[in-house]
């Protein structure tokens, strides 16, 4: 080929490139120029497959004719003196389509995120800790569980009642989903007493840390009522809100821990901090769930359990809260509600930061043009054989 049929294709590929590389990144560049200027990459090691644009586009145009099978004759020389068509000269576009969609591509895979202006709301709202009760009393049944709380109970075998535990989890897993400005904290206590989740808006993940909690994860061999006022009262000691409150869910006397009920309550007290306390159960037996008899029903045994209802009283009126006893669980959830109602709210600033994935400005405009490329490769510049 002699020196000006090369000239002229290389000043097509070069017509062409920028030609793509306009169209591909006009879209990207119109809509959100100034974004993707600032704009953090998420996953920026998928830019090291931009080392491998020159290698498919040199393959896609010079490397298409070395490919091409080809035919002896004895001179071309009448042939090269014939018109070129349109066609000859559109041959390296697929190429260069192909090229300037795998830069798209690779931009795209590195998830460019823009970060929104926070946004400052003040919301009213209350900064709790709910103390659930994880020992082995809690295994006793439940009765009485509302429809709008059985979803949050596991699926059980015909005749098995839900136990105190599931009953608590989904009344609080209910009250999480009913808030919307409430900083809520979880502490779960045994024998000793555990911070599941400092107080956060984050209700989803709060949901999910309170749904997997079950009897045995932690020794259930006491119930350290003192500890778990003082490591609540510990989560809400800095808090600078007006309302501050400790729900203590338990259906138990104090037993073991270090620190004693009345100590923490004066802790409390101290802070600004309410107690209240929703015993569950009423009386010293329940019922618990002894296997399944000779016809596969399960057998219900009565066991003591020991409640000292004074000692929540005491706890409840020396902070200023209420005690409450729920017999079932609807008077369970009846007492979270009521807990609300004589709590006072205070302003809390929200600040909200919103992230927006920018990687569709890059994938939207690859697509078309390899779509445009495989269009023109089976339609208009079809190779024989």
Known sequence: MSARPKLVRAALVVGFTLLSVLLGFAYPGLTRGGD??????????FLLGLLLVPAVFWRSIWGEDRRMPRLRLGTLLPLRGGPAGIRARLRDL??????????LFVLAMSRPVDTLRPQHTDEEG???????????????????????????????PRGIRPT???????VVRDFISRRKSDRIGVVVFGASAYVLSPPTLDYHLLDQLVGKMQLGLINSDGTAIGDALGVAVARLRKSTAKSKAIILLTDGDNKGGKLSPEYAAHLAATLGIKVFTVQIGQGNAAEVQDGF????????????FPVNPKLLEELAKKTGGSPYVATD??????????VLDKLEKTKLEAIATHYEDLFALFLFPGVALLSVEALLRSLVLRRFP
């Open 36 to 45: 993707l200027l600032s704009a953090k990459w998420e996953q920026p090691w």
């Open 94 to 103: 697929p190429g260069v389509l192909r090229s300037v969609a795998l830069i």
């Open 126 to 156: 209350i900064d709790l800790v709910l103390a659930l009760d994880l020992s082995g009393s809690m295994a006793a049944a439940l009765s009485n569980v509302p429809e709008d709380l059985a979803r949050y109970i596991p699926p059980q």
């Open 164 to 170: 105190r535990v599931e009953g608590a989890k989904a």
């Open 293 to 304: 008899d000779l016809f596969g029903q399960p057998r219900y045994v009565t066991m003591p």
């Open 329 to 338: 669980a609807r008077t369970l959830q009846a007492s979270f509600h009521d």
